[in-house]
């Protein structure tokens, strides 16, 4: 079986970056979740329309990413790009 109807697009979700990736395998549309960095994935759905799959998807990687405590470099901090 071959992947059909492919989409990637890319969005922050409580406030990450991530990439949606969305795909149809026979009758069911697969969609995943990834953040950007460091590039895993964070939730997968399935789901028998495009758009049942992505906001069970998008529901769920909200949830566990508003979750994650981000916190700013320590003060002089040379080894984080930009700072």
Known sequence: MKPEEYTQRKETLAGWP??????????TYHVTVEN???????V????????DAEHKAITEATG??????QSPPPNRC??????
């Open 18 to 27: 991530v990439t949606i990736v969305s795909y149809r395998l026979g009758t």
């Open 36 to 42: 950007n960095d460091p590039g895993a994935w964070v």
């Open 44 to 51: 997968k759905a399935q789901g028998s329309t495009k758009q």
């Open 64 to 69: 566990l990413l508003a979750k994650i405590k």
């Open 78 to 83: 040379t080894s984080v790009p930009g700072f």
